[in-house]
T-cell receptor, first 114, second 111 residues
Framework: DSGVTQTPKHLITATGQRVTLRCSPR?????VYWYQQSLDQGLQFLIQ???????AKGNILERFSAQQFPDLHSELNLSSLELGDSALYFC?????????????FGPGTRLLVL | QKEVEQDPGPLSVPEGAIVSLNCTYS??????FMWYRQYSRKGPELLMY????GNKEDGRFTAQVDKSSKYISLFIRDSQPSDSATYLC???????????FGTGTSLTVIP
């Protein structure tokens, strides 16, 4: 158990809908990263938040947005869903191991868009 | 060219074999290197992390970094069926916030 929690574990929805994925980082970690993993693409970095502020953006679509709240949990909002959005969505929180930053991943949310 | 290249395999070895997993990268600014193990439908699990060049050993696992060749390796000794998983390499520069992942190598250890 990495200490990172994600809900829900599974989500089935229809095209055009909107969903919200939730992540709670490990206790004490200020940084949250969101990733999308599909079979043919590997882990794709979407966005990073640090202590409530957006720090870095990756290949995140305009239909997707995220935020990090004062209690440090984060939400990833996916709207106008398309079939191609079906994937595993992971969040990770990062910590310093000595002077090295490492990431700890949650169990993921499996999204299926029908 | 991708930042990180990793042979997807699949790799199939007999139990007890030594496994070598590798990644190459193009960004000479990468300083932090990590290996993750991912079981099917689960979140990636941090296995090893190293800084800059050199070797690091933890039980049956050894991570090596060769910055001059932009090449990192993970060795698994006395491989076990429970090692069957996808192994992802990841790296990060000392500046910047993004982690860069390989696509993963699928490993099967046959009893």
């Amino acid at each position: 158990d990495s200490g990172v929690t994600q809900t829900p574990k599974h989500l089935i929805t229809a095209t055009g809908q909107r969903v919200t994925l939730r992540c709670s980082p490990r206790s004490g970690d200020l940084s949250v990263y969101w990733y999308q993993q599909s079979l043919d693409q590997g882990l794709q970095f979407l966005i990073q938040y640090y202590n409530g502020e957006e720090r870095a953006k990756g290949n995140i679509l305009e239909r997707f947005s995220a935020q990090q709240f004062p209690d440090l949990h984060s939400e990833l909002n996916l709207s106008s869903l398309e079939l191609g959005d079906s994937a595993l969505y992971f969040c990770a929180s990062s910590a310093l191991q000595g002077f090295q930053e490492t990431q700890y991943f949650g169990p993921g949310t499996r999204l299926l868009v029908l | 060219q991708k930042e990180v290249e990793q042979d997807p395999g699949p790799l199939s070895v007999p139990e007890g074999a030594i496994v070598s997993l590798n990644c190459t990268y193009s960004n000479s600014a990468f300083q932090y290197f990590m290996w993750y193990r991912q079981y099917s439908r689960k979140g990636p699990e941090l296995l090893m992390y190293t800084y800059s060049s050199g070797n690091k050993e933890d039980g049956r696992f050894t991570a090596q970094v060769d910055k001059s060749s932009k090449y990192i390796s993970l060795f698994i000794r006395d491989s076990q069926p429970s090692d069957s998983a996808t192994y992802l390499c990841a790296m990060k520069a000392s500046t910047g916030n993004q982690f860069y992942f390989g696509t993963g190598t699928s490993l099967t250890v046959i009893p």
